[in-house]
């Protein structure tokens, strides 16, 4: 029987991790990338081997927590290029377990992404991305790169989900519960995959997403974003980590609605171990629902 655990502190990214880089092209927002670490090691081979290919990897903290978690190879692309520095000298292996290299996903072929390794990744391959997902008007893609994910939320999810298929890879996805949580997993099931275990951590809203809610609030209005208005911020979402395994043709795909009808009996609690999700009358979701209920971050840093 699927069961909702619960993880109180950080249990992948270390006290260096947790400190700002500082940088001004370098994403900071501790409680996604952890997310994305539990997503990846939901999916590696229980005693530890295989490859990581992580799309948009930022400072590359979550690449070494990976290889951490047991990967026995991790390779970043990023396509930023002050965030590539900081990864390559802050988390890039001596030993080129860990790699990194520049590249835009939406551009490269599922082939050249793997060229941009220094040497063969060996199988079994994950792809895992916490791409930008925040619903944002259009030009927020040239001003936020690092957190605009179109007018739906979604709009790095198809290449990326693209991409773990045709390398016949299992795909770990982060989005936000504003991220229009049906489509993602739409799409999802449409690439031929299914859901095997669901992450989900509270975060409030960011400073730009705060000054810009218009997208969410009109997704909201539609149905189509959850946004957790019980808690103790008077606007916050989930970061949803979905671990998703290729389907076989004999299991049942979709979860649309399991997702949907998860992320809605978690906007009802009021604490951020989300308690509502034990309720004797809450619906037991289909998947393992792991909730991360971590200290806030003191400094957050979207760019
Ligand atoms: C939300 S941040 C996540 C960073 C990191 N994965 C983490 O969890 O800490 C998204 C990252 O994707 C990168 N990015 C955005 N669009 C990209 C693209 N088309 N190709 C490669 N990287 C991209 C940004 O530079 C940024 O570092």
Redesign the pocket.
């Known amino acids: 029987m699927p069961s909702v655990s619960r993880v109180g502190a950080y249990t992948h990214l270390t006290p260096d991790d947790l400190e700002p880089p500082g940088e001004p092209?370098?994403?900071?927002?501790p409680a996604?990338?952890e997310i994305?670490v539990w997503v990846a090691a939901d999916l590696l081979p229980p005693g530890g081997g295989g490859t990581v290919l992580?799309?948009?990897?930022?400072?590359g903290?979550?690449a070494a927590a990976m290889a951490q978690a047991g990967a026995a190879r991790v390779h970043?692309?990023?396509?930023?290029r002050q965030?590539l520095r900081w990864a390559e000298r802050h988390y890039a292996s001596p030993d080129g377990r860990v790699t990194f290299a520049l590249?835009?996903?939406?551009?490269l072929s599922p082939r050249e992404l793997l060229a941009t390794a220094p040497g063969p990744l060996p199988r079994p391959l994950v792809v895992t991305?916490?791409?930008?997902?925040v619903p944002l008007p259009a030009e927020a893609a040239r001003t936020h790169?690092?957190?605009s994910g179109g007018t739906d939320g979604l709009k790095?999810a198809g290449?990326i989900i693209g991409h773990a298929r045709t390398l016949g890879a299992d795909l770990g996805l982060?989005i936000g519960s504003y991220s229009t949580p049906r489509r993602a997993a739409a799409l999802i099931a449409g690439a031929g995959y299914r859901i095997a275990a669901v992450t989900l951590c509270p975060l409030p809203f960011g400073a730009f997403t705060l000054e810009h809610p218009e997208r969410v609030l009109a997704l909201e209005e539609r149905g189509e974003a959850v946004l957790w208005r019980s808690g103790p911020d008077p606007l916050a979402y989930f970061v949803v980590g979905l671990a998703c395994r290729r389907a076989d043709g004999t299991e049942q795909q979709g979860g649309e609605k399991e997702l949907t009808d998860l992320l809605r009996t978690a906007a009802r609690s009021a604490t951020t171990r989300l308690e509502t999700l034990d309720a004797p009358d809450a619906a037991p979701p289909p998947w393992p629902v792991r909730v991360l209920d971590l200290p806030p971050a003191t400094t957050r840093h979207?760019w």
């Open positions: 092209e370098v994403f900071f927002e996604d990338t994305g992580d799309l948009g990897s930022g400072s903290a979550a970043g692309v990023d396509n930023g965030t590249g835009d996903y939406s551009l991305s916490n791409p930008a997902y790169p690092s957190i790095w290449p982060t979207h």
